[in-house]
């Protein structure tokens, strides 16, 4: 099953990281039912980071960048949001695993 979810709406009344942190638990929902997730954007102007710290970040933590990426779609996107969205699961990734090896390297 798949659940729309306009993104203008979570930001509408909230601050990047409120919205990031109800992201997160719409998505966990669906995770843990076995949905797929569509994150529509339109007349949404930019993802900040604060926003995809409480959001992406905290389901990357807790599930795993592989699965993550493919509970979510998404709809109406710009090629930069694209792009920043992207770049933002590559440093989380690549920022987790050094921390990973340093603590491995150091036990």
Known sequence: ???????????????????????????????????????????????????MNTSFGELIASYGAEKIKKVF???SITKAQIQRIRKYFADYENI???????SHGNT
Do not use: H, W
């Open 1 to 51: 099953m798949e659940n729309v979810v306009l993104l203008k709406d979570i930001l509408k009344d909230n601050q990047y990281p409120e919205a990031g942190v109800l992201l997160f638990k719409i998505a966990k929902e669906a995770i843990d039912n076995g949905e797929t997730l569509i994150l529509n954007m339109s007349e949404v102007e930019s993802v900040p980071t604060v926003f």
């Open 73 to 75: 779609l998404f709809k």
């Open 96 to 102: 987790v695993m050094k921390k990973e090896r340093c």
